[in-house]
């Protein structure tokens, strides 16, 4: 397995841990905020998670009725510093940081504590999806001659047309057979703010899915592999010029 270097500027600007559960079909929400008597003091910013639902009424004769409504379907609760925030919910569980990102090792070991503490309040049947996101913003100088001095797989004019690019997106999604994993890759050239600097941002969203389901400790394995999947991704997107900027 490739070792990647560490970057000490490192241009990402979120990171998740999505895990994805089926619980018993009688687990109500309101047991899942019994997690926030152990994290208030780490995470004291409790806020309702809204899903809204909807549905058609169809009666013979009688046009179609929409009946709609929202419910709560999990809690999120915010860090004291804002930087990190817990997803428990129905159907799963969610951990994220903001800028700054430390280390893996120092993500990792919160997002599982935590996950600990929602595996013993909701006592899930199975895990479905087990699932890594990061999102990284590359502020490029300009001017830019082209793209390709910075990414690996840049967007591209037909040749015979105007060259200047003021926006693009790009999506691709691959499979990874050997894990079982499939990479969501999103490139796009961001609003310009600052007119010294282009915002590019690169999502690398890798995840597996197991309908059958798998058991906690096996995600965890889970997303250990996608985490070098992401890791390979993304220094395969990248130039050497523009990692040298995050040294």
Do not use: C
């Given at each position: 397995m490739a070792q990647y270097s560490v970057l000490p500027k490192a241009p990402i600007t979120e990171a998740l841990i999505d895990i994805r559960v089926k619980l018993a079909d009688d687990y109500t929400v309101n047991k899942l905020n019994s997690i926030y008597d152990a994290i208030a003091s780490q995470y004291p910013e409790r806020k309702e998670r809204m899903r809204w639902e909807g549905k058609f009424d169809f009666k013979k004769g009688e046009p179609p009725k929409l009946t709609a409504e929202d419910k709560i379907d999990g809690y999120l609760y915010i860090s004291s510093d804002k930087k990190q925030v817990v997803q428990a919910r129905l159907d799963g569980f969610t951990f994220s940081r903001l800028k700054p990102y430390e280390t893996w090792e120092n993500f990792r070991?919160?997002?599982?504590?935590?996950?600990?503490?929602?595996?013993?309040?909701a006592s899930p049947q199975m895990v479905t999806r087990a699932?890594?996101?990061y999102i990284n913003n590359f502020a490029i100088p300009l001017p830019i001659r082209d793209f390709?001095?910075?990414?690996?797989?840049?967007?591209?004019?037909?040749?015979?047309?105007?060259?200047?690019?003021s926006s693009f997106l790009t999506r691709?999604?691959?499979?990874?057979?050997?894990?079982?994993?499939?990479?969501?890759i999103t490139q796009?050239?961001?609003?310009?703010?600052?007119?010294?600097?282009?915002p590019i941002i690169l999502d690398i969203d890798v995840f597996k899915q197991?309908?059958?389901?798998?058991?906690?400790?096996?995600?965890?394995?889970t997303i250990e592999k996608l985490r070098h999947f992401?890791?390979?991704?993304?220094?395969?997107?990248i130039t050497e010029k523009l990692k040298e900027s995050f040294l």
């Open positions: 070991e919160e997002a599982y504590r935590l996950w600990l503490l929602y595996l013993d309040i699932a890594l996101r390709s001095e910075y990414l690996t797989a840049p967007p591209t004019v037909p040749e015979g047309l105007p060259q200047g690019v691709i999604v691959i499979h990874a057979p050997s894990i079982g994993a499939t990479a969501i796009a050239l961001e609003q310009i703010v600052n007119p010294d600097f282009v197991k309908p059958e389901g798998m058991e906690s400790e096996d995600a965890w394995e992401k890791n390979e991704i993304f220094f395969k997107s």
